[in-house]
């Protein structure tokens, strides 16, 4: 009897999980993958025909803004790293006895509404306001000059918003790291840069292997800064999923614009984990 509630144990610890993610993922997944098969409207119902032209004609139709949200999620990702790597380094390695004030102040922007927050982007780029209003009045910058409505601001919108999903995982793998591997590395007259190259980084690199799946991920799916900060010509593949499915009510062409995303993406992350070797990547984790 001891033996098996011991094999039970394991399954049972799974299972409020489990359920959760049966009743919250998977059944809405596989219904709206029935969905995007589905012929008709609104008025006359929809159908199940398994059609698969849906797929074909929603692709073909909004293929360009599907590449522009890979386009502006492989530049928010890239930003996130370029800002994230020095802060997480310098707080790993320099923060001291206050590290956790600093990753506090990193996560309290959390506190405030995601929305709410795109729209404190909007107003410090708007064209008259705290930063560009002062360079204009100096004649720094024309009269003219906008960074609204561009990709610009969208890209740093989304850079803005998921700066942290960046700086935590690299933060998590720097801090493991045993600072007498560097001091090693030192006394074989490594340099900085050289120690870095080969001790820091590599060890480093699970954490911003993390990174990049949780930043690049919710950020080409993103469309609330598209809607706040970008124009007509910096739709993202997210908006047209929300009109279509809240405004046109064409849940089959959003449903398989959803998936079109989805397979688009985990190929993506595929891609990236054999170029960057996720073998190495497990085993630096492991040290």
């Excluded at 993610?21 to 029935?34: D, N, W």
């Excluded at 998936?259 to 984790?285: H, S």
Aim: hydrophobic residues 50%; aromatic residues 14%.
């Amino acid at each position: 009897m001891t033996g098996l509630k011991g094999r039970l144990t394991p399954y049972l610890l799974i299972l409020p999980g489990g359920l959760w993610l049966t009743a919250f993922f998977a059944i809405p997944l596989i219904f709206m993958a029935s969905v995007s098969l589905m012929t008709g409207n609104l008025i006359d119902g929809f159908t199940q025909t398994w059609h698969w032209q849906n797929y074909t004609d929603a692709v073909g139709t909004y293929g360009d803004k599907i590449i522009r949200s890979v386009w502006y999620g492989l530049l928010a990702t890239g930003a996130c790293i370029a800002l994230a790597y020095p802060a997480a380094y310098w707080i790993a390695f320099k923060g001291g006895r206050h590290k956790s004030t600093w990753l506090f102040l990193l996560l309290l922007p959390f506190f405030v509404s995601f929305v709410l927050r795109t729209i404190s982007w909007k107003l410090v780029l708007t064209d008259n306001g705290p930063v560009l209003g002062p360079l204009k009045s100096w004649g720094l910058l024309p009269d003219g000059f906008h960074v609204l409505d561009s990709g610009f601001a969208v890209v740093s919108g989304l850079t803005y918003n998921f700066l942290p999903f960046m700086i935590l995982p690299i933060y998590v793998a720097l801090e493991r790291i045993d600072y007498r591997v560097i001091e090693a590395a030192y006394d074989l007259y490594a340099g900085r840069f050289e120690a870095f190259r080969r001790v820091v980084l590599p060890l480093s690199l699970p954490g911003v292997f993390a990174g990049v799946i949780m930043t690049f991920v919710p950020v080409t799916s993103d469309y609330v800064n598209a809607s706040v900060l970008g124009g007509p010509g910096n739709t993202m593949i997210g908006n047209v999923i929300q009109s279509e499915y809240f405004t046109q009510s064409n849940y089959h062409t959003a449903s398989a614009l959803s998936f079109a995303l989805m397979a688009l993406l985990l190929a993506g992350i595929f891609a990236y984990a054999r170029a960057l070797g996720t073998k190495d990547v497990l085993e630096a984790a492991a040290r």
